[in-house]
């Protein structure tokens, strides 16, 4: 299993301001995951982070947005930049145990964002 | 592509009864199922999974679920609700490619439970 902190847990935010979400693992892991929850939504995927290498966003989200680093196979960052209303949301940070993919995804407690 | 569908945003069952919460997917192939609990202020627990063999899969706190191939549904049940089952329930299947590094969520259903 593994353990995953995440801070802040929550913040109130100013729009047209950024903020950083730490992710920080007891394990080593290759790949760390961040999600976003909308309120009333699903989670959704918005990158893999890769340890030494750039971040792969899925569809609809950008590095600009939502840039990401990665110093060490314990600890990611992923950063809300230039944020609006519609940023307001729960990010989680993720990721899967060892053994190849056929286990399970571990997540932290989530950060919940609120834009004013 | 793949979707995940939780056709139920709300149920609200009395304590002691059973709970059945439904969950049905779109996916080319059979893909890797999941189901995630998250209690209030909490993360996300994983509560069982099926990546094949036995199509009923036993999970924690009581849970279990049965892959049905035939009509693409993964439902959760639980027969005799606590109190403190009462949560968000999510959904979620991982392509059979990448498996957990990539999931797919459905909207989650909320369950209350009512003394």
């Known amino acids: 299993s593994a353990v995953i902190s995440q801070k802040p847990s929550r913040d109130i935010c100013q729009r047209g301001t950024s903020l950083t979400i730490q992710c920080q693992v007891d394990?080593?892991?290759?790949?760390m995951f961040w999600y976003r929850q909308q309120p009333g939504q699903s989670l959704t995927l918005i990158a893999t982070?890769?340890?030494?290498?750039?971040?792969?966003?899925e569809s609809g989200f950008v590095i600009d947005k939502f840039p990401i680093s990665r110093p060490n196979l314990t600890f990611s960052t992923l950063t809300v930049s230039n944020m609006s209303p519609e940023d307001s949301s729960i990010y989680l940070c993720?990721?899967?145990?060892?053994?190849?993919?056929?286990?399970?995804?571990?997540f932290g407690q989530g950060t919940r964002l609120t834009v004013v | 592509a793949q979707s995940v569908t939780q056709p139920d945003i709300h149920i609200t069952v009395s304590e002691g009864a059973s709970l059945e919460l439904r969950c049905n997917y779109s996916?080319?192939?059979?893909?890797?199922l999941f189901w995630y609990v998250q209690s209030p202020g909490q993360g996300l627990q994983l509560l069982l999974k099926y990546f094949s063999g036995d199509t009923l899969v036993q999970g924690i706190k009581g849970f279990e679920a049965e892959f049905k191939r035939s009509q693409s549904s993964f439902n959760l049940r639980k027969p005799s609700v606590h109190w403190s089952d009462a949560a968000e329930y999510f959904c979620?299947?991982?392509?059979?490619?990448?498996?957990?590094?990539?999931?797919?969520f459905g909207t989650g259903t909320r369950l209350t439970v009512i003394p």
């Open positions: 993720s990721v899967v145990g060892t053994g190849g993919k056929n286990t399970e995804a571990f």
């Open positions: 394990s080593q892991v290759t790949m």
């Open positions: 996916y080319g192939a059979t893909p890797y």
């Open positions: 979620a299947v991982g392509p059979h490619q990448t498996g957990a590094n990539n999931l797919f």
């Open positions: 982070a890769n340890q030494g290498s750039e971040a792969t966003y």
